[in-house]
């Protein structure tokens, strides 16, 4: 009797590979040097990605419409680009420029199988109208003629939509961007201690207390949401 095969789970995936991003960014600061100039581009692609993971975030409308609109009106999955800009920071940040080569493989690795999950899944739901954004809107990146349409990019957004949850996530990046910038402050490479052996300063103390900060107020922001999904249980039970 043949059994028949399981289908082999990726290692890599959308839900873990921030999280290889996040150590490879964490490890290489230990070991790489970054300057003035790869802060403020790693910073500004922070900036940037957190941005549209608010707008993205504030305009969609999971399950009911198919969004085409705003942001949606620019790239397909405005979401997904959001992530790649700010993985992307985290690896600029570390200095490591062979990580910084290495994201986008890993990016479409991780994410390929799911965007091919969800446009099936809008493409049998939507026929007509995801044939024609198909032809019309980019996937993931967005091209000259897309970017057109940057002025409608807030049409249908709201706030409401921002979640605490949300609010938790993007305070994590920069929690996140920071403690990159604390390791790199710390110069734990021996080879910088060797060539810095007088400096004095706070940098090392202001990232740390600007990361552990942001941290904690993710965590306040995913304790209030879970407060306020427990009251509204209570009230419909």
Not at 10 to 20: G, H, W
Not at 53 to 68: E, F, P, T
Not at 127 to 147: G, H, K, M, Y
Request: proline share 4%; hydrophobic share 45%; aromatic share 14%.
């Amino acid at each position: 009797m043949v059994l028949p095969m399981k289908p082999k789970k990726d290692r890599l995936t959308r839900s873990n590979v921030r999280d290889v991003v996040v150590l490879c960014s964490f490890a290489s600061s230990l070991v790489y040097g970054t300057g003035l100039t790869t802060a403020i581009i790693g910073f500004c692609l922070l900036c940037i990605g957190c941005f549209l993971h608010i707008v993205a975030k504030g305009v969609l409308i999971r399950n009911v419409v198919l969004c085409n609109k705003g942001i949606y009106g620019i790239v397909r999955h405005p979401y997904y680009l959001a992530n790649y800009l700010i993985d992307s920071a985290f690896c600029v940040l570390s200095g490591n420029l062979y990580l910084v080569a290495a994201y986008p493989f890993l990016f479409f690795w991780a994410y390929g199988p799911t965007l091919r999950k969800e446009e099936s899944f809008l493409a049998s739901k939507y026929p007509d109208t995801f044939e024609n954004d198909n032809f019309t809107i980019p996937q993931v990146f967005p091209d000259r003629a897309s970017l057109t349409a940057w002025n409608g990019l807030f049409e249908g957004f709201s706030v409401r939509r921002i979640t605490l949850k949300e609010r938790a996530r993007i305070t994590r990046f920069w929690a996140c961007g920071f403690a990159v910038m604390l390791l790199h402050a710390l110069e734990l490479d021996q080879l910088q201690y060797l060539f810095h052996p007088t400096r004095n300063n706070y940098d090392a103390f202001t990232f740390m207390v600007l990361a552990a900060a942001l941290l904690f107020v993710s965590i306040i922001f995913v304790l209030v949401d879970r407060s306020h999904h427990a009251e509204r249980e209570d009230v419909c039970e």
